[in-house]
C-alpha cells in the first residue's frame, strides 16, 4: 500500500542557507500534518493543511513557510538556518481532518 | 496551552510481563485520542484511535481504554515480547491537529 513519503531523508544545510522538505500524502488523503523533533524532545506541531488551505497553525517559526499545491503534496521552506533547526521533521496524512494520521519516515535536517 | 502527559517515561519489563502505561489529557473539549507506536528508525504508526468515553479497543496483545470525563487513557500489553519494544505515544485531536505526549519508552528483555 502506498505511503506518506518524504524527501530528502538526509539533509545537512549550513547556517543562513535555506531548506525545502517535501511530504507526498497517501493518495486521496487531503490533510497533512508537519511535526518537529528535536533531539531527546516531544514532537511538535508546526502546521496543517486541508484541502490546499491552512488549516491550524502551531509553533512554526516566521523563517519557516509551507504550502499545499494542487496535487496535495506539501513543501515546508525554512529559511536563514539555525543550529537549533536540526531535528527530525515528520510529515503526516490524513483522509480527513479528523481521522487517523499516517507517518512518513521524516527528514533529517542537520544545521552546521 | 494544552498538556498531554505520559506516564512512566520509561519502562522495563521482562520477556512475558504485562504491563499499563498512562495518557492523561484535560477533559474539557475532547475530540478523540489517538496512540501511536513508534520503533527507532522507523516513523510513528498508529494503533488505536478513541472518540468515547468508556471505548476500549484490542489488537491482538495491545489494548487500551478511555475515560473522557476524568481525562485519562490506558494502554495495556499482555504478555510483552521483545518486539514490542518501542515508544508509545498518545496524542489528543484538537481542532486540526494532534498534540502530542512525551511518549513512554518500552524495552522489553528475553
Known amino acids: ?78 529559511s536563514s538556518l539555525e543550529l537549533g533547526d536540526s531535528a527530525l521533521y515528520f510529515c503526516a496524512s490524513s483522509p480527513n481532518p479528523q481521522g487517523e494520521a499516517f507517518f512518513g519516515q521524516g527528514t533529517r535536517l542537520t544545521v552546521v | 496551552i494544552l498538556n498531554v502527559e505520559q506516564s512512566p517515561q520509561s519502562l522495563h519489563v521482562q520477556e512475558g510481563d504485562s504491563t499499563n502505561f498512562t495518557c492523561s489529557f484535560p477533559s474539557s473539549n475532547f475530540y478523540a485520542l489517538h496512540w501511536y507506536r513508534w520503533e527507532t528508525a ?53 481542532g486540526n491537529k494532534l498534540v502530542f505526549g512525551a511518549g513512554t519508552i518500552l524495552r522489553v528483555k528475553s
Open chain 1, 1 to 78: 500500500a502506498a505511503g506518506v513519503i518524504q524527501s530528502p531523508r538526509h539533509l545537512i544545510k549550513e547556517k543562513r542557507e535555506t531548506a525545502t522538505l517535501k511530504c507526498y500524502p497517501i493518495p486521496r488523503h487531503d490533510t497533512v500534518y508537519w511535526y518537529q523533533q528535536g533531539p531527546g524532545q516531544d514532537p511538535q506541531f508546526l502546521i496543517s493543511f486541508y484541502e490546499k488551505m491552512q488549516s491550524d497553525k502551531g509553533s512554526i517559526p516566521d523563517r519557516f513557510s509551507a504550502q499545499q499545491f494542487s496535487d496535495y503534496h506539501s513543501e515546508l521552506n525554512m
Open chain 2, 42 to 94: 522507523k516513523s510513528p504508526e498508529a494503533l488505536f484511535v478513541m472518540t468515547l468515553n468508556g471505548d476500549e479497543k484490542k489488537k491482538g496483545r495491545i489494548s487500551a481504554t478511555l475515560n473522557t470525563k476524568e481525562g485519562y487513557s490506558y494502554l495495556y500489553i499482555k504478555g510483552s515480547q521483545p518486539e514490542d519494544s518501542a515508544t508509545y505515544l498518545c496524542a489528543l485531536r484538537y
